[in-house]
């Protein structure tokens, strides 16, 4: 299956999918997004990245984000670094680095993601890619990531469960768990207060106008 430009959708998507299905739905189907300190402290460790600006260092050349795409999987976004080690004539060993804020985690959210991206540079460039790095602030230090076989399939099975959900509509039920508390959206989700049928823009919208209400209420006393 191939998917049209118009159905791309956003690589940082499937960080969010295996975190929590409804933390995705409730960005990418609702709209929803809040911030906290760690998305904060994400967005100052990305901001040399963001720049986008080239560098090059004897044999290894650096680009910074850098657009990416792959119609097979129907994802695009932006790799923080990839670097271009020369092999000598045209040839060149394609290395994706991605910049995390934190420290390596047990699951595969960021391995995943970083998979994705090198996914996107394959077919971009017709070239195999067969590792990356994922370089987190907390230890400066990077952990090399192995694009195997099984990472591989376990990444294009989320792209298609991340079109799968997106495509439904259907924001999923909160469930508390431990998670819950590093999540910027806790407040808009209300794990335990949202119920079947109701999504958490619904929970909020009246709680908003409740408090429009009382507040008019207590001006005009």
């Known amino acids: 299956m191939s998917f049209s430009e118009d159905e791309l959708l956003p690589i940082s998507a499937l960080q969010h999918l295996l975190f929590c299905e409804r933390q995705c739905a409730l960005i990418h189907i609702e709209g929803l997004w809040a911030e906290n ?4 402290q994400g967005n100052h460790v990305h901001e040399r990245t963001d720049a986008g600006l080239a560098d090059s260092r004897r044999t290894v050349r650096i680009a910074r984000s850098l657009a990416l795409r792959s119609l097979d999987l129907g994802l695009s976004g932006r790799a923080d670094v990839v670097e271009f080690h020369e092999l000598g004539g045209d040839a060149a060993l394609v290395i994706p680095v ?22 996107c540079l394959e077919e971009m460039l017709g070239v195999p890619i067969s590792s990356g790095a994922l370089f987190y602030h907390a230890i400066r230090r990077r952990v090399d990531v192995l694009f195997d076989e099984e990472l591989r399939r376990r990444t294009e099975n989320a792209s298609r469960r991340l079109h799968e959900l997106i495509a439904s509509g259907v924001t999923p039920r909160a469930k508390r768990e431990a998670k819950c508390g590093a999540c910027s959206l806790l407040e808009l989700c209300l794990p335990g207060v949202t119920g079947p049928g109701r999504s958490a823009s619904d929970t909020f919208d009246e709680a908003l106008a409740e408090s429009l209400v009382y507040g008019m209420a207590g001006f005009q006393g």
């Open 98 to 119: 991605e910049y995390k804020r934190g420290r390596p985690k047990a699951d595969d959210c960021d391995r995943v993601q970083l998979c994705a991206q090198a996914l």
């Open 37 to 40: 300190r760690l998305t904060v």
